[in-house]
């Protein structure tokens, strides 16, 4: 018989409730038995519903109070040496500090957070293990066995959940002198004998083992890794039965690694590596399982069911009912939780869509055609098969205009007509400004004060016009303020955007969003991505009412900012029935009519960021330069319809430049806002060595922390760039946005950075 599985759960719940508690007790407003509590709830709720919906094979451990890739650092006791952690098990306070830093307060030092990045190519972000040569591993963490138990005291026997050896080393990185990170293998595979002993030991059946690595071009050395490491985890627990699950990807030249290995059962991605079944099959050896990833643990839409089950008989048809498992592609992470939250999606969109619970059903339901005959499941699957079909003919989804118009873009609208240096040029009479002009990336913070109006205005509590006056006196505040300290390029701070992705969506036709469908992004941070179901365009300007009103309060210009399309594409759920770049072009289309209004209205400066230009490379290289064209095309087609003396800005959120350099030089931005203050200005290296044409401004104030960075200090990031980039092409500005950060701290660190500015200044 086949077997209903799923890999990993949402874990915020479904108001949230795992951020609320998690943010109270950061300030110390309740215990830590009462956040473990809530944690506890919010574990047994998802064991009870996965149950309740059908599911066997139910995870473990996949729940975490921060990230899972942290929880494995702690049961390695992988902790560096600045956190001056001396405990036998890794106490919550250390827990947090790798994961916020300590920020000095209290009389404690000041000590950094392990550093942040995405998981994958998804908009999920770990925080990263950080190895010294010396590094040593040792059980630290009871948590996997922990919540295995907690599970079985409450009637669940799980499968639980590991990250893969081979993958967590592989996601960390090497501090001191550079050496192997598979030269620490043999240290930490003692560790996970021993917590796949305690797993046996306690009574686990399987084991679910992590190892999404096998999806990325891996090197020989590596890929030689997977046989020996797991031979010794099979021998170590022999009655344990283990599953590799790999995901996000098709294994390819893996393949045949991933089948010698020594383990019970193999997980593979069957929605992002649709093609690899027929060569699974024919590679899985005579006694592995195999879970198929038939539902997609990424997207929000509903399976369409008759393709799925066609999948299923494939391999039924080679290796038997009897070794197969229907599960999700991936961790259900990645979507939200349920879609009966949702009241104010009307029914036809709905019909289409599945969230993390409604694909526990559809999971079920697979299960049960292939078990007990599709007559079992007749009604459901011509349910299903109406709303596929619904979906395909829909006139919502197909809108001949949109069509028409991306199909008649030309050459020229992807062109400015002028090139950079006489653009420069133009600019410069016409704008004024100062050698490094000083700026900010566009938002400014986000007090409570600001959510409770917008949640108050959502609510009805207070009308239109009384939440328009409120946002119109935060822009009047945040502009009056940047005239005070000197700034010379304002921006209006973005006050009535709920988040830079989700405020366009809410506007866009084409575009649905929800009111309860949080994903977790990093921490007890959440995202609410915003449904791309149909063809995209603009009904009315978007942001002008606001840029408009901002830029008649000063005589300086005033910067308009707007979300490009491809991280609009980036971190929304997009639809699966046209290629990306379609899509992607649409919305480009969208902003660029945004930007020609924006022009219009007497916008001498317009912003459009791209923060997830380079988070959408796809996994494997060679399939980087398809990618690149079709984004940089789209950023080209939002921006290149304006004047030649309209300044085009862009803005992304990382520093690793050196293999897409060539892209962003193609976008053609005349001015480029960079993360760089962590990495200390190495980025300005890359701007070096490709001798980047246009106008820089390399972060000098990281926002990611409270502290305020001192005039000094940004003064001499200035310098250090200026022999980097020419000092007239140079811009002086924050890493990013402001809008996680409190008034107080910005307050102090722009003006020292206005100053820095100034003095640097002096000295061309
Ligand atoms: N992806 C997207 N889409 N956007 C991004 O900015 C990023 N940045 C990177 C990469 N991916 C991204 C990740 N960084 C937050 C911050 C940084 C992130 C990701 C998320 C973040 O702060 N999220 C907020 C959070 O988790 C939610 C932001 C939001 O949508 O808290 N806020 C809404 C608003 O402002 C809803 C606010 C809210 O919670 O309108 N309201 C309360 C409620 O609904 C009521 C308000 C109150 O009384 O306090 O309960
Ligand atoms: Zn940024």
Partial sequence: MAIASVLGFPRIGSRRELKKAVEVFWKGEVTEDQLQRTAQDLRHANWRLQREHGIEHIPANDFSLYDQVLDTTAMLGAIPERFSWRGNTVDLDTYFAMARGNSGAAGEADIAPLEMTKWFDTNYHYLVPEFTSAQNFRLASQKPIEEFEEAKQ??????????????????????????????????????????????????????????????????????????????????????????????????????????????????????????QLEAVLSTLPGAMHLSLGLVDGRNIWRTDLDKALSLARQAELRIGPDRMLIAPSCSLLHCPLDLDLEETLDGELRSW????????????????????????????????????????????????????????????????????????????????????????????????????????FKAGRIDTAEYEQFIQRQIEETVRFQEEIGLDVLVHGEAERNDMVEYFGEQLEGFAFTRHGWVQSYGSRCVKPPIIYGDVSRPRPMTVQWLKYAQALSPKPVKGMLTGPVTILQWSFVRNDQPYETTCRQIALAIRDEVADLEAAGISMIQIDEAALREGLPLRKRDWA???????????????????????????????????????????????????????????????????????????????????PSREEMASLLRLASHAVKPERLWANPDCGLKTRGWPEVRESLANMVHAAQEVRAEF
Avoid at 431 to 443: D, N
């Fill in 626 to 708: 398809a990618y690149l064209e079709w984004a940089v095309e789209s950023f080209r087609l939002a921006s290149s319809g304006v004047r030649n003396d309209t300044q085009i800005h862009t803005h992304m959120c990382y520093s690793e430049f050196h293999d897409i350099f060539q892209a962003i030089t193609e976008m053609d931005a005349d001015v480029i806002s960079i993360e760089s203050s962590r990495s200390r200005m190495e980025l300005l290296q890359s701007f070096e060595d490709f001798d980047y044409p246009n106008e820089i401004g390399p972060g000098i104030y990281d926002i990611h922390s409270p502290r305020v």
């Fill in 154 to 275: 409450a009637g669940v026997l799980t499968r639980p959940v590991l990250i893969g050896p081979l993958t967590y080393l592989l996601l960390g990185k090497c501090l001191g002198e550079p050496f192997d990170r598979l030269s620490l293998l043999d240290r930490v595979l003692p560790v996970y004998e021993q917590v796949l002993q305690a797993f046996s030991a306690a009574g686990a059946q399987w084991i679910q083992i992590d190892e999404p690595a096998l999806v990325l071009d891996l090197e020989e050395e590596v890929r030689s890794a997977f046989q020996p490491a797991y031979e010794r985890l099979s021998a170590s627990a022999p009655e344990l039965s283990i599953l590799v699950a790999t995901y996000f990807g098709e294994l390819a030249e893996n393949l045949e690694t991933a089948c010698r290995l020594p383990i019970a059962g193999l997980h593979v991605d069957l929605v992002h590596g649709a093609g």
């Fill in 353 to 456: 869509l599945a969230f993390a619970t409604q694909k526990l059903d559809e999971i079920a339901l697979l299960t049960r055609a292939l078990n007990e005959g599709e007559a079992t499941v007749a009604q459901e699957l011509a349910a299903n098969r109406e709303a596929m079909a619904s979906r395909g003919k829909s006139r919502r989804v197909h809108q001949p205009e949109v069509r028409s118009r991306t199909a008649a873009v030309t050459l020229e609208m992807l062109r400015r007509p002028l090139s950079y240096a006489e653009r420069a040029r133009l600019q410069r009479e016409k704008l004024k400004l100062p050698l490094l002009p000083t700026t900010t990336i566009g938002s400014f913070p986000q007090t409570r004060e600001v959510r409770r109006a917008r949640a108050d």
